[in-house]
């Protein structure tokens, strides 16, 4: 049987999010390495694969599936792990879903990329994002307050997305100490059978020289 193939590289939250799915699944899987800060998801090949050229892109079988939370959605139905058990988790699963691409992941992706990698220092752009990071932060810091897992006592996708890119604090200049809630749920995330840090679980860590 072909392995699940997953585009990926070692840098990329969103591609964590479905590396992580696939690997608390207990799924099998094959990582694909793309070498993003080379152009390598503008590539002619790549743009075929993903015309959005975006990363991650999960291959299975005939199936090409883009976009981390289509990706987690499909994952869930599929091997049936972390999803709601009612119609109402299910909706309160993608509320989260949308909350964290829209909000969480959306500024602390280009916050993190911009000190980390663009190397742009403190500039008017960084302040604007850390002024949305920080009323985001604080609203799951206080929904994690009184709840174990997003959605209740047992993770589901909606964890999977938001914590994609929070095991990179210091990337992105932020103490958890701020935030004694996600700092405790991370932990419990840490503890799933088959966690691993993203730059150990996907390739093209530590960037070459």
Known sequence: MTKIQLTCFAQSGNAYKAALMLNLSGVEWEPKFVDFFNGGSRTDEYLELNTMGEVPVLIDGEKTITQSGVILKY?????????????????????????????????????????????????????????????????????????????????????????????????????????????????????????VHPYELMPGHPLAK
């Open 75 to 195: 994952l869930s139905k599929k091997y049936n792990k972390f999803g709601g058990k009612t119609e109402d988790d299910d909706l309160e699963i993608l509320r989260w879903l949308l909350w964290d691409n829209h909000k969480l992941t959306n500024n602390i992706a280009v916050l993190r990329y911009l000190l980390q990698f663009a190397k742009t220092g403190e500039t008017e752009v960084t302040q604007f994002l850390r002024a949305r990071i920080k009323p985001c932060l604080k609203v799951l810091n206080n929904h994690l307050d009184n709840s174990s897992f997003v959605i209740g006592a047992e993770p589901t996708i909606a964890d999977i997305s938001m914590c994609g890119y929070l095991f990179w604090p210091d990337e992105f200049d932020v103490s958890w100490a701020d935030y004694p809630a996600i700092a405790s749920w991370l932990d419990r995330i840490k503890a799933l059978d088959g966690w």
